[in-house]
Structure formats: structure tokens, C-alpha cells
């Protein structure tokens, strides 16, 4: 198919797919063209740039550094090779990363509760809830897009709330837009109790404190959130459950949702995570990411109104440094009361 002549380019055609074709099987487009005198001496991925300007000059440059771009009929090397007049310039049109990212794939799902209406899955730590940059698949939505496929048609494939990509737990899904609907307005009128479990360098002060503090984005560092004063509004409280004094086991119960809110506001209280070198934290007693999980999680039905309350165990790399905070904490009240 001739396309439309594109300004700099003296010819331009493609060779996609046939109409009516799978896009998602179709084998990518090939678009052609030669450089323009105009365009003699200029640098390759901006001649590319000309001959598909829908693309983003970066995706293109990926392209150009994948292979997928010739001059001539010979691979470029790279995107600053110069071109020439007269030279006939073919690129692959992969798509991006973006656009592939909406698509279902089978991963493994621990689903701890699944009715007609929701479903309640125990994410593993790693997993990443929403595709984004550098994590375009394997996430939690591509795996519900697989595990239901009218998920397609809700927002965000029916993800109501988030954790972390390093945070494992418990997280609620809708399965239809009724019950979507119905779960993101309880969780904004905090009807959905949230309970973590969490491992943090230090001691407290107390047994049992709350951290009411606003969180927004850090001024200095903007891939980090802080507490500051134009933030939202925020609390966590806290409940220290034992403490060998370098190392403490805490249950933090959310009452807002705020972007990395308990990593915030412990590290805020000098108790950062074990793990969450974002925030202050450093690895400890064999644990390798933050130790944070997120184990109760309660709230109504939304349909059906019947009260549900779901409960994930410690997984194995936390599991083992809590039952030994919890043990030292205990010989040493023992070794105390022997003195």
C-alpha cells in the first residue's frame, strides 16, 4: 500500500499486514522510503523520525539500535550515523512496549477468595500491579487479563487499589463494574481495613503509637515521597508485636492510601523497613527487598453485603526473620528476669 508522501522522504510505502488481519498476530509493518536531498548529512533516526512520525523519536532509536532500521539494504549501526540523498531507508515498525502492555498472559495468581463479583489474590513480592515504564508485562494486570477476559472492558482490568512491586499480600480485584465501582468508593470512605505486617530497623518508643503525618512527593528526590507539609493527609498506626532492639515485628493498620505510605512514615520515625534502601533501610537478617506485607484484609461485599475478612501468612523469606525477633525478644526477657 502507497502512503501518503511525508515531508523529507521522496517516496514512502508500507507493507503491513493484509486488511481485515489479527493485529495482535500480524507480522509488523515494513515502511520504505529514500532520503530526500534535504535530509543529506542528517543524522539516521531523524531521517527515521520522517518516515514515521507517529512513533516517538526514542522508540525509534530502540529500533535503530535492535536491528531493525537499514540503509541500502545494510543494518545501521546506530542512530548518529549520517545519512545519505538518494539512500532507501527501511524500518520494522515494531510496536511499543506501551502498546503491547494491555495484553493478557498466564502467571502464576495465588486467588485466596473468587466469587461472581471480585476476587482477592495474595500477590507475590516482585510482581508489578500496573504495566509502566520498564515493566511493560508480567504483571499483575496482564495476569487477570488471561485469568478473566471481560476484565478487558473495566478500569484497570478491575485493580481497585495498589502495593508496591517489592510488597507481597493481599488485594482485592473486581470482576464487574458494578463491583468496581462499589469497592473504589468504600475504600475512599476507608470502609476497607488493611492490616501489614512489617519488619523495621530500630525500637520504638512505644508499644503502640500512631503516625498521623502528609504525604506528597519529595522535593528533592521526585521518585521518593516524604512527609511534607503540602502532602495529603495521612495516618498509620502502629503496633509494635516484639523487638530484639536492632530489629522490631510491627502490624500497621492504613487508614488512608497514600503512595508508599508505611515506608514513609516509619522511615520518618526512624524506623525504616528492613530492605527499603529508598527509604533509609538496608538488608538484614537475610532479607533481600522491603519487608512489608500485606496480611488482613476486611471490608463488606459490595454486592452480596456479606462481611469478608481474608488473612495471608508470612511467605517464607519474611517468615523466618519474624519468628527470630520474635525468639530473641523472648530470651532476652528471659535472660532478664534471671539477673
Not at 515531508?7 to 507493507?15: I, K, N, Q
Not at 545519505?84 to 494491555?102: D, F, H, I, M, N
Request: glycine share 10%.
Amino acid at each position: 500500500m502507497v502512503q501518503p508522501r511525508r515531508a523529507g522522504l521522496d517516496t514512502a510505502e508500507s507493507f503491513g499486514p493484509d486488511a481485515g488481519g489479527d493485529a495482535d498476530d500480524a507480522q509488523p509493518e515494513t515502511r520504505r522510503g529514500a532520503v530526500a536531498s534535504a535530509q543529506h548529512g542528517e543524522r539516521l533516526d531523524k531521517a527515521v523520525v520522517a518516515l514515521a512520525p507517529e512513533f516517538s523519536r526514542s522508540h525509534l532509536q530502540g529500533l535503530i539500535r535492535g536491528g531493525q532500521v537499514s540503509l541500502d539494504g545494510v543494518v545501521a549501526p546506530g542512530p548518529a550515523q549520517r545519512v545519505r540523498a538518494g539512500q532507501q531507508l527501511a524500518v520494522k515498525l515494531l510496536p511499543t512496549a506501551e502498546s503491547r502492555a494491555y495484553r493478557a498472559e498466564v502467571l502464576p495468581l495465588v486467588v485466596v477468595h473468587e466469587d461472581d463479583d471480585l476476587l482477592v489474590v495474595d500477590k507475590a513480592a516482585g510482581m508489578v500491579v500496573h504495566p509502566a515504564a520498564g515493566n511493560w508485562s508480567g504483571t499483575l494486570l496482564n495476569a487477570l487479563l488471561a485469568r478473566h477476559s471481560a476484565s478487558a472492558a473495566l478500569p484497570r482490568a478491575g485493580i481497585v487499589h495498589r502495593l508496591d512491586k517489592d510488597t507481597s499480600g493481599l488485594m482485592v480485584v473486581g470482576k464487574t463494574l458494578p463491583a468496581v465501582t462499589a469497592l473504589v468508593r468504600a475504600i475512599a470512605a476507608r470502609q476497607v481495613q488493611r492490616r501489614y505486617l512489617a519488619i523495621a530497623h530500630g525500637r520504638p518508643l512505644s508499644k503502640t503509637f500512631s503516625i498521623e503525618a502528609p504525604i506528597g512527593r519529595d522535593p528533592k528526590l521526585r521518585t521518593r515521597m516524604a512527609v511534607v507539609a503540602s502532602g495529603k493527609p495521612a495516618r498509620t498506626d502502629v503496633e509494635c508485636l516484639a523487638s530484639n532492639g536492632a530489629e522490631s515485628a510491627l502490624r500497621c493498620t492504613l487508614h488512608s492510601g497514600r503512595t508508599h505510605q508505611i515506608r514513609v512514615h516509619l522511615a520518618a520515625r526512624g524506623l525504616p523497613l528492613v530492605g527499603d534502601r529508598l527509604y533509609g533501610g538496608r538488608h538484614a537478617l537475610g532479607i533481600e527487598r522491603q519487608a512489608l506485607h500485606a496480611a488482613e484484609l476486611d471490608f463488606v461485599h459490595p454486592i452480596s453485603g456479606r462481611p469478608l475478612a481474608l488473612r495471608s501468612a508470612l511467605p517464607a523469606d519474611l517468615a523466618g526473620p519474624w519468628q527470630r525477633i520474635v525468639q530473641e525478644e523472648a530470651a532476652g526477657r528471659s535472660a532478664g528476669s534471671l539477673q
